[in-house]
């Protein structure tokens, strides 16, 4: 209660690219006894580094689990830049629990492991944590001869699940929930397939729903990938040639609509050509998944629940080119007492024009 009570704001940002973290601001008030040498928030063991913090906000009866994380940082500002009651202020920060995955580098061998095998291996080790696996098989299974290759992870887990997801253009994040302590661990490509959820409305009247938002499109983002490789299996010298992305369209025009395109040399070696093949499809399908981004703000209250990153958003009234299907990369929520909430969002596809006729509200 007394934890409530002195807390001024909670910022929580989930993301598809790093860890996902959050920020807790309290007034430290001085205690009133002379026998406390310590501000009482410090001198509590409840945030003290390294406590697990689980942050839940309900909207129309429904409970949704914002954070599942971990406290890493304290700042205590005494004096100066304080609350509106020139009271000091204590900011809490901590990242998600994925964290506990990135704080030992070890060098550990996957004997006869493709990448997702070992992906679903290294997450079972944080069971603890609540987390649970939710790997997709690559396009490419590439389990390897143990008499001829054992694949070395010479960095933390969470450091190497990264590095074998940039192969194949995957991402890897903790997605909190949907129960207390309890997480899912997502190693695959961007889910751009699923049903999308409540519209965003932009310039509708009493429809529209979001504050602000803004548009961008990089004609340099997309890139096409050639090269020649000596395949390591058959020493044959290989032409590869990588022109399009295999990602679900949420846009009209894309890639293949642009006048230019960058042109990438795929420099790999000590690869079979299906692996090149492999790694060069992921570098293309990562380059398309944000030429089109847009930013924005709505307010939770307004828009009537939480809108969530990993899944797909359909936005109105921006007009043609940027109405449409949408993937959430990125959500920042922004708690104050008093029931002020703000959502600040990234949103991201590969081009402009909708894919659909129209938006279902």
């Known amino acids: 209660l007394e934890l409530t009570e002195k807390l001024q704001k909670i910022e929580v940002t989930q993301s598809d690219e790093g860890r996902s973290g959050f920020q807790m601001t309290f007034r430290a008030s001085h205690s009133e006894s002379q026998s406390e040498p310590d501000y009482p928030l410090l001198s509590q063991s409840l945030l003290d580094p390294f406590n697990r913090i689980i942050v839940t906000v309900t909207i129309n009866s429904t409970p949704s689990v914002l954070m599942d994380g971990i406290i890493t940082h304290h700042q205590l500002i005494a004096a100066g830049d304080t ?70 992870q010479h960095c933390t887990d969470l450091a190497y699940l990264l590095e ?128 089109a981004t847009a930013e924005g703000v709505l307010d939770a209250l307004t828009y009537g629940g939480i809108l969530r990153p990993f899944e797909l958003v359909a936005l109105r009234g921006a007009r043609h080119s940027y109405d449409g299907l949408w993937y959430v990369k990125s959500v920042t929520h922004t708690i104050r007492p008093g029931g002020e909430y703000k959502q600040r969002f990234t949103l991201a596809r590969e081009g402009v024009g909708s894919t659909i006729q129209k938006v279902e509200t």
Do not use: C
């Not at 095998?117 to 299974?141: E, F």
């Open 164 to 291: 074998m997801a940039k192969r194949y253009g995957y991402v890897f994040y903790i997605a909190p929930g949907p129960a207390s302590q309890k997480n899912t661990a997502y190693w695959g490509p961007p889910r751009k397939e699923r049903q999308p959820q409540a519209v965003l409305s932009v310039n509708l009247g009493p429809a529209t729903n979001v504050e602000s938002i803004s548009f961008r499109y990089n004609a340099l983002t997309p890139m096409t990938i050639t090269g020649k490789l000596q395949d390591r299996k058959t020493n044959q010298i290989n032409s590869l040639e990588i022109a399009k992305s295999t990602r679900p369209k949420l846009a009209k025009k894309g890639m293949d609509d642009q006048a230019h395109v960058r042109q990438l040399l795929f420099r790999g070696a000590g690869l079979s050509i299906d692996q090149a093949k492999a790694r060069a499809q992921g570098m293309t399908d990562a380059s398309v998944d944000r030429v």
């Open 83 to 152: 609350g509106d009651d020139g009271e000091p202020l204590l900011i809490v920060t901590g990242e998600d629990v994925s964290i506990m995955m990135d704080m030992e580098e070890k060098i550990v061998g996957h004997p006869n492991q493709d990448e997702a095998s070992i992906a679903r291996t290294i997450i079972s080790r944080y069971s603890d944590l609540g987390l649970t696996p939710q790997v997709q098989d690559p396009p490419l299974i590439d389990r390897p001869d143990p008499n001829e290759r054992t694949p070395i």
